[in-house]
């Protein structure tokens, strides 16, 4: 059991850091997006929209996997399956502090 827990320490230390290296993605987006909008020309305004697309992405692909994570705890929570529920709910929290 005390292997299993410090497993799971090791996992969630990464995991936060994977968060705070990604939780720029929608700041960046939306920086750019604002450039976009205070750009002179169609032409820098067009890229400021490529540069804020992939981190607009990321940050879409992590809601999208935090709503699939949300609907596993509504599922396994119904069931009685905590733990189930319990891990989908903290794969959630991961993805929704990722796409901040």
Same mark, same amino acid.
């Given at each position: 059991? =005390? ?33 976009? /909008? =205070?750009?002179? *020309?169609? =032409?820098?305004? $067009?890229? #400021? ?16 996997? $935090?709503? /699939?994570?949300? *609907?596993? /705890?509504?599922? #396994?929570?119904?069931?009685? #399956?905590? *733990?189930?529920?319990?891990?989908? $709910?903290?794969?959630? /929290?991961? #993805? ?5």
């Amino acid at each position: 059991m =005390k292997l299993i827990s410090l497993w799971a320490g090791v996992i969630l230390t990464f995991c936060s850091f994977s968060i705070h290296a990604e939780s720029s993605h929608l700041a960046q987006a939306l920086t750019h997006a604002e450039a976009a /909008v =205070k750009a002179t *020309d169609g =032409k820098t305004s $067009a890229e #400021h929209a490529e540069a804020a697309k992939p981190h607009a992405k990321t940050v879409q692909e992590h809601l999208t996997s $935090a709503i /699939v994570s949300l *609907d596993s /705890v509504i599922e #396994h929570g119904k069931l009685g #399956h905590n *733990d189930l529920a319990k891990k989908a $709910a903290e794969e959630a /929290v991961t #993805h929704l502090k990722a796409a901040q």
